[in-house]
């Protein structure tokens, strides 16, 4: 059965092409592929390769559940991918995106510590251009320098792309009433009763837990480092939370690979200097 399942995703991939009538694009489109039934857009300064990384992990992202595929291509969700030097507004259906306020749930306790320094005196466009290189959900957004790895990337070390496309998974098995969601729920709060992830990214919320777990499950997380315990492959995070990572495998399968990570088990993962005692975010 999985073995179908990932011919029918590999059979629905396609080579780059200008964006079919049917999806209606904004005009800002210019190319185009398609995977496991879901569109994936860019303007024409994006190199086709970072559109067929994209295409490649969303296919092994996916392969284990295809009835999350299905799931996806019912919400309409699409992907676009940002050219280096485009920007999270420059995205035609994120023209209009306005900075989150001061008691958006998802801002990290370091931005709500310091609102009024860090987002009060930026404009929306600051804020967006600052704040993401990609965004997950209906719409989900990439960026081409981080899908390939460069050294401009400005979160080089990790594929945000893998993260952001997690957020869309969560989204999906929410919008399908799947028991799933609730279980990634609880095995949030169970971390945060137990101190786990303490001031980590993770802990923000338990959307950020889930999708940080994923790029620990599929070995292209930066290092973490938690009351001097380090975390960073699929092994390490089985061992310090072992109820998220079974979660993980309900949606992931046995695959800890995505073909076209380019920070799959990459020294990059890990900073230059002394192993840090933490990797909390201080603020
Ligand atoms: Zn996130």
């Not at 777990?213 to 492959?233: A, E, H, M, P, Y």
Request: net charge positive.
């Amino acid at each position: 059965m999985l073995l179908l399942a990932l011919a029918a995703l590999t059979a629905q991939a396609s080579p780059v092409t200008a964006p079919p009538p049917t999806l209606r694009a904004d005009p800002f489109y210019a190319k185009h592929v398609a995977v496991a039934g879901l569109p994936i857009l860019s303007s024409a300064k994006v190199p086709d390769t970072a559109l067929i990384a994209a295409q490649s992990i969303v296919a092994e992202m996916l392969e284990h559940r295809p009835d999350i595929a299905r799931t996806m291509q019912a919400m309409g969700v699409r992907v676009a991918v940002m050219a280096q030097d485009e920007s999270t507004t420059d995205l035609p259906e994120q023209r209009g995106w306005t900075r989150p306020a001061r008691d958006d749930p998802r801002l990290t306790r370091c931005e709500r510590k310091h609102y009024d320094a860090r987002i009060g005196r930026l404009t929306d466009r600051q804020y967006w251009n600052w704040r993401a290189r990609g965004m997950g959900g209906v719409f989900t957004s990439a960026a081409a320098e981080d899908l390939l790895g460069q050294r401009t990337s400005r979160y080089y070390g990790e594929t945000t792309f893998v993260h952001e496309f997690a957020h869309t998974i969560h989204h999906a098995l929410r919008h399908a009433g799947d028991p799933l969601a609730g279980r990634i729920e609880q095995a949030y709060r169970a971390a945060l009763a137990a101190g786990r992830w303490r001031g980590e990214y993770a802990m923000t919320t338990a959307d950020e837990y889930w999708a940080v777990g994923t790029q620990l499950w599929f070995n292209s997380k930066r290092l973490v480092v938690v009351d001097g315990r380090r975390i960073l492959s699929h092994q390490g995070l089985a061992a310090y939370d072992p109820a998220l990572y079974a979660v993980l495998g309900t949606v992931y399968g046995d695959r800890h690979r995505l073909s076209a990570d380019p920070f799959y088990l990459s020294p990059a993962r890990i900073p230059a200097g002394p192993p840090p005692v933490s990797t909390a975010e201080v603020c």
